[in-house]
Protein backbone atom coordinates (compact mmCIF):
# COMPACT_ATOMS: atom_id res chain seq x y z
CA UNK A 1 0.00 0.00 0.00
CA UNK A 2 1.49 3.11 -1.49
CA UNK A 3 0.77 6.43 0.64
CA UNK A 4 2.26 10.12 0.85
CA UNK A 5 1.75 11.77 3.71
CA UNK A 6 2.63 15.15 4.61
CA UNK A 7 5.02 16.52 7.31
CA UNK A 8 5.16 19.26 9.61
CA UNK A 9 8.16 21.26 10.86
CA UNK A 10 11.34 19.11 9.05
CA UNK A 11 14.11 21.33 9.55
CA UNK A 12 17.06 20.55 7.18
CA UNK A 13 17.44 18.23 4.02
CA UNK A 14 20.19 15.84 5.90
CA UNK A 15 17.47 14.96 8.73
CA UNK A 16 15.57 14.27 6.10
CA UNK A 17 17.67 11.83 4.48
CA UNK A 18 18.54 10.49 8.08
CA UNK A 19 14.55 9.41 8.64
CA UNK A 20 14.59 8.09 4.93
CA UNK A 21 17.51 5.42 5.89
CA UNK A 22 15.83 4.91 9.56
CA UNK A 23 12.79 4.45 7.97
CA UNK A 24 13.18 2.39 5.46
CA UNK A 25 15.17 -0.36 7.62
CA UNK A 26 11.86 -0.96 9.28
CA UNK A 27 10.49 -4.17 8.60
CA UNK A 28 7.30 -3.97 6.42
CA UNK A 29 8.62 -1.02 4.46
CA UNK A 30 8.81 -1.66 0.76
CA UNK A 31 10.34 1.87 -0.04
CA UNK A 32 10.27 5.41 1.70
CA UNK A 33 11.32 8.87 0.16
CA UNK A 34 11.42 11.93 1.58
CA UNK A 35 11.08 14.90 0.43
CA UNK A 36 12.52 18.08 2.08
CA UNK A 37 11.99 20.26 -0.33
CA UNK A 38 8.08 19.37 -0.67
CA UNK A 39 7.86 18.35 3.41
CA UNK A 40 6.40 14.82 2.29
CA UNK A 41 6.94 11.34 2.64
CA UNK A 42 5.99 8.97 0.23
CA UNK A 43 5.98 5.17 1.87
CA UNK A 44 4.88 1.64 0.69
CA UNK A 45 4.01 -0.90 3.29
CA UNK A 46 2.96 -4.32 3.48
CA UNK A 47 -1.10 -2.99 3.94
CA UNK A 48 -1.40 -5.91 6.73
CA UNK A 49 1.35 -4.68 8.87
CA UNK A 50 0.35 -0.66 8.07
CA UNK A 51 -1.11 0.32 11.41
CA UNK A 52 2.01 -1.43 13.57
CA UNK A 53 4.55 0.16 11.08
CA UNK A 54 3.74 3.58 11.10
CA UNK A 55 3.68 3.50 14.43
CA UNK A 56 7.07 2.50 14.35
CA UNK A 57 7.96 5.39 11.79
CA UNK A 58 6.40 7.83 13.86
CA UNK A 59 8.34 6.49 16.99
CA UNK A 60 11.75 6.61 14.68
CA UNK A 61 10.72 10.19 13.32
CA UNK A 62 10.71 11.65 16.68
CA UNK A 63 13.83 10.53 17.28
CA UNK A 64 15.61 11.91 14.58
CA UNK A 65 13.98 15.20 14.22
CA UNK A 66 11.91 15.68 17.66
CA UNK A 67 9.99 18.43 16.10
CA UNK A 68 8.72 16.92 12.94
CA UNK A 69 5.45 15.64 12.70
CA UNK A 70 3.81 13.54 10.12
CA UNK A 71 0.05 14.42 8.98
CA UNK A 72 -1.96 10.89 9.01
Same mark, same amino acid.
Given at each position: ???????????????????? =???????????????????????????????????????????????? =????
Amino acid at each position: MKKVFKLEDLDCANCAAKME =RAIAKIEGVNSVVISFMSQKMTIDVDEEKFNDVMKQVVKTCKKIEPDC =RIIL
